[in-house]
């Protein structure tokens, strides 16, 4: 399944698909021999790559009990909000005025995701979680100090399953797609400033408004 890549990196991206959109939900303990079977390999490169994800806060491990899900916690994602929308205006600064080949990707990206995302359907949470982490992709993927663009996208990231879940649980993305457009605008047309302080806002409102979807208090870990 994943011989033609490094086996680590595609083990982890596979994990953090599973993370997001709920196949391996919230509070659980991960079964390694079980979820090595279903990937097709051993339980080494499994464990290492969830030693990985660990280091990064999307795992937690329990000593000589192995893996768990982080349980959705509302206080979670508040606080990985608050901390995004002060670091990734600045990330955005120091791209900006963006050349036109990324103005039309930011353009595609949205025309592209509208449909689903504000359709109805059982794609829409997945299409809410990958519009919202590939428009900060986009936005800061350009940028030239790489601690500050890494730490803005492991804060996207981490929000992905909070993202999704909360629209499975009621979110209405059309304030939130109706102010990307806003940005994409100040963006095309090279309003730094603007386009920073919009972004800051952008995220603060979204994050409330999606936060009231989610669970708090976090529950207890489960076996599976």
């Not at 660990?54 to 909000?81: H, I, N, T």
């Not at 353009?107 to 919202?132: F, H, W």
């Not at 940028?143 to 499975?168: G, H, I, M």
């Given at each position: 399944?994943?011989?033609?890549?490094?086996?680590?990196?595609?083990?982890?991206?596979?994990?953090?698909?599973?993370?997001?959109?709920?196949?391996?939900?919230?509070?659980?303990?991960?079964?390694?021999?079980?979820?090595?079977?279903d990937l097709?390999?051993?339980?080494?490169?499994?464990?290492?790559?969830?030693l990985h994800?660990?280091?990064?806060?999307?795992?937690?491990?329990?000593?000589?009990?192995?893996?768990?899900?982080?349980?959705?916690?509302?206080?979670?994602?508040?606080?990985?909000?608050?901390?995004?929308?002060?670091?990734?205006?600045?990330?955005?600064?120091?791209?900006?005025?963006?050349?036109?080949?990324?103005?039309?990707?930011?353009?595609?990206?949205?025309?592209?995701?509208?449909?689903?995302?504000?359709?109805?359907?059982?794609?829409?949470?997945?299409?809410?979680?990958?519009?919202?982490?590939?428009?900060?992709?986009?936005?800061?993927?350009?940028?030239?100090?790489?601690?500050?663009?890494?730490?803005?996208?492991?804060?996207?990231?981490?929000?992905?399953?909070?993202?999704?879940?909360?629209?499975?649980?009621?979110?209405?993305?059309?304030?939130?797609?109706?102010?990307?457009?806003?940005?994409?605008?100040?963006v095309r047309?090279?309003?730094?400033?603007?386009?920073?302080?919009?972004?800051?806002?952008?995220?603060?409102?979204?994050?409330?408004?999606?936060?009231?979807?989610?669970?708090?208090?976090?529950?207890?870990?489960?076996?599976?």
């Amino acid at each position: 399944m994943f011989e033609r890549q490094p086996l680590r990196q595609a083990v982890q991206r596979e994990i953090l698909a599973r993370l997001s959109d709920g196949r391996l939900p919230a509070g659980i303990r991960i079964n390694e021999t079980h979820l090595s079977a279903d990937l097709g390999i051993s339980r080494t490169p499994l464990r290492e790559a969830m030693l990985h994800l660990e280091a990064g806060g999307f795992l937690q491990s329990d000593l000589g009990k192995g893996f768990l899900v982080p349980p959705l916690s509302r206080k979670e994602f508040a606080g990985l909000q608050e901390v995004l929308a002060r670091l990734a205006p600045l990330a955005l600064t120091t791209v900006m005025p963006f050349p036109g080949q990324r103005v039309m990707e930011l353009n595609n990206l949205l025309s592209r995701s509208k449909m689903q995302v504000l359709r109805p359907g059982p794609d829409q949470a997945t299409a809410l979680m990958e519009l919202v982490f590939r428009w900060g992709l986009l936005l800061v993927e350009s940028c030239p100090n790489a601690v500050l663009r890494q730490d803005v996208l492991r804060l996207e990231a981490l929000s992905r399953r909070y993202w999704f879940t909360a629209q499975r649980a009621g979110f209405t993305p059309d304030p939130l797609v109706a102010s990307m457009d806003e940005m994409y605008e100040l963006v095309r047309t090279g309003q730094s400033a603007r386009a920073a302080s919009h972004w800051s806002d952008h995220i603060l409102r979204s994050a409330q408004e999606a936060g009231r979807m989610l669970p708090d208090p976090a529950p207890r870990p489960s076996s599976s």
